[in-house]
């Protein structure tokens, strides 16, 4: 299948190289011509331009996949609008606030582009391990795209259309917000290991035991472990916890809807008191946490 993938980060790159090796065909753009050209490497057709892009379609259907900051997404949807013609599918596929996903799928249609909001879950591991995929928008057209959902999820992820336009960020909206009171869990245990009445306790040894056949296993104490096994310290970690925007969300539609979510909004609470110069071996695993599944800076700038 022929699609474009606009922004080349971490998950945009993998993309690239997952499609490619299966065979499809991949056109690349992004602002930045050194990832442009880590694509191209990779197996991607390069495009110049957005008008380059569309060209490079012919008479296939023009599929445009945006892997960008949510923060831009409004001018790069604004910026294809003028261009694409009616029967293109344009994916958001970032983290996106759903309530804005509703109204771009709105605006869309206007233009008969249809529109999919897709959340993406898998980090920098997605690429070994496959993606986990949420899609929301019209059910037709998200079928038109199965070669490329079944591609990323491989070889152990999965794909699932989970209702319409903005459920499919909204799914993952609450899948991230899960995922920070998960992280405080394991942030909390380890700390009272490391500062409780046994403090020469091996956290490398217990993040491996409880990796088989725990009741905590998971991904995220696998990679407890590895962090442990690097450097039990934690010394070269600031302990500031950055915040993405989708659990700020969750919790303002949970309050909206009237649903506790005391867990997710304590878990939530301690990255805003990082911020603050509150920290902790605690916030410095959670640190240290993100920067392994997600790659994000393992000392992020405080607001």
């Given amino acids: ?134 899609i929301g928008g019209n059910k037709p057209v998200a079928e038109k795209i199965d070669p490329v959902l079944k591609s990323l999820a491989k070889p152990s992820g999965d794909y699932k259309y989970v209702g319409p336009s903005g459920s499919g960020h909204f799914v993952k909206m609450v899948h991230n917000a899960i995922e920070y009171g998960l992280m405080e869990s394991l942030a909390e245990g380890y700390n009272l290991l490391k500062d409780g009445p046994y403090p020469d306790l091996d956290l490398a040894a217990i993040a491996e035991v409880w990796q088989h056949g725990s009741i905590v296993q998971s991904s995220l104490n696998s990679l407890a472990h590895e962090i442990f096994t690097e450097d039990q310290s934690l010394d ?10 989708e659990t700020r969300w969750s919790l303002e539609i949970a309050r909206e809807h009237s649903v506790d979510l005391p867990a997710i909004e304590a878990s939530y609470g301690v990255r805003l008191k990082s911020q603050q110069g509150q920290i902790s071996y605690g916030t410095k695993f959670l640190a240290a946490l993100r920067n392994k599944f997600g790659g994000h800076n393992i000392n992020p700038t405080a607001p």
Avoid at 24 to 40: C, H, K, T, Y
């Fill in 236 to 245: 070269n970690v600031d302990g500031v916890v950055a915040e993405s925007g």
């Fill in 1 to 134: 299948m022929k699609i474009a993938i606009i922004g080349l980060g971490k998950m945009g790159h993998q993309f690239v190289v997952r499609l490619s090796g299966d065979n499809n065909e991949v056109i690349v753009f992004d602002r930045d011509p050194e990832l442009v050209e880590a694509a191209v490497s990779a197996g991607g057709l390069a495009a110049i331009s957005r008008e380059d892009v569309i060209s490079k379609f012919g008479s296939e259907t023009v599929v445009i996949w945006l892997m960008i900051p949510s923060a831009a997404v409004e001018e790069e949807i604004k910026a294809w609008k003028t261009l694409l013609s009616p029967g293109s599918i344009l994916i958001d596929g970032g983290n996106s606030d759903f309530r804005l996903s509703r109204d771009r799928a709105t605006n869309l249609a206007e233009t008969n582009v249809d529109f999919l909001d897709v959340g993406v879950s898998g980090g920098i591991l997605g690429l070994k391990n496959g993606f986990s995929i949420m």
